[in-house]
């Protein structure tokens, strides 16, 4: 879409086409669940946002990640890059956005439909479970992963490498039976016809960062984790 028809579309229609551009527009403070009708350019206008920051970040929102079979070809200090990069950034970047549709939806409806109290804790839950665990990845297991690969010692105060890579798999079941809970609590994500579109764009956005984080643990557990633990050995 070009730039001159994004701007000229209401900014309702374009979350309505791609649910993503959603996080854009509160991270803009554009208001795209009453204030939906109104075309981009006066949205951009009303928030005080500059509507060319507004279409790049629209525009850089596509990227797709790389497939199994090239990344298994990657050297460990490469793959953790990546996961850095595209996995633990989309959490630190989501996260907030989940919490704020939440909490929205806490104060609009939490008191007349029950599901919206449990949903917002178990929100609650997993943010503040995935926030340290990011922390330990990138402050303890990878930089000791990169040095393993370095053929460097790894001096941590964790034994063998073997002990942090548990603690982070078990740490990755935790966030598993959260999202479970979320996916029964939400009716695998699929809002009721009364709900107001901010309701809606919590549960895309819930079902994006279910299979954003299933794809990061799965490079984690079953790409990182094992290489890693196979040249401990060697
Ligand atoms: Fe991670
Ligand atoms: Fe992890």
Redesign the pocket.
């Known amino acids: 879409m070009s730039a001159h028809t994004l701007l000229q579309t209401p900014v309702g229609e374009l979350v309505a086409q791609d649910f993503r551009r959603a996080h854009v527009f509160s991270r803009f403070n554009i208001d795209f669940c009453c204030g939906g009708g109104r075309i981009l350019l006066e949205a951009c206008e009303r928030a005080g946002a500059d509507a060319t920051k507004v279409l790049e970040a629209l525009n850089s929102q596509t990227t797709e990640g790389q497939p199994d079979n090239a990344l298994a070809q990657l050297p460990l200090a490469e793959l953790i890059d990546y996961i850095e990069q595209k996995h633990h950034n989309y959490v630190r970047n989501t996260a907030p956005l989940l919490l704020e549709y939440a909490e929205k939806m806490l104060r609009a409806h939490g008191e007349h439909y029950e599901v919206i109290k449990p949903l917002t804790g178990w929100i609650r839950a997993l943010v503040d479970d995935l926030m340290p665990?990011l922390m330990k990845?990138e402050q303890i297991l990878f930089p000791a992963v990169k040095a393993l690969a370095a053929g460097e010692s790894v001096n941590g105060c964790f034994g063998h490498i073997g002990n942090p890579i548990r603690a982070?798999e078990y740490e990755?079941d935790e966030a598993g039976t959260i999202l479970a809970k979320l996916r029964q609590l939400t009716d695998n994500y699929r809002a009721p016809e009364y709900a107001c579109t901010t309701w809606r764009i919590c549960y895309q956005t819930l079902a994006e960062f279910e299979a954003d984080l299933h794809r990061h643990?799965h490079l984690?557990n079953n790409l990182l984790f094992p290489k890693t633990l196979e040249l401990s050995m060697s």
């Open positions: 665990h990845e982070m990755h643990i984690e």
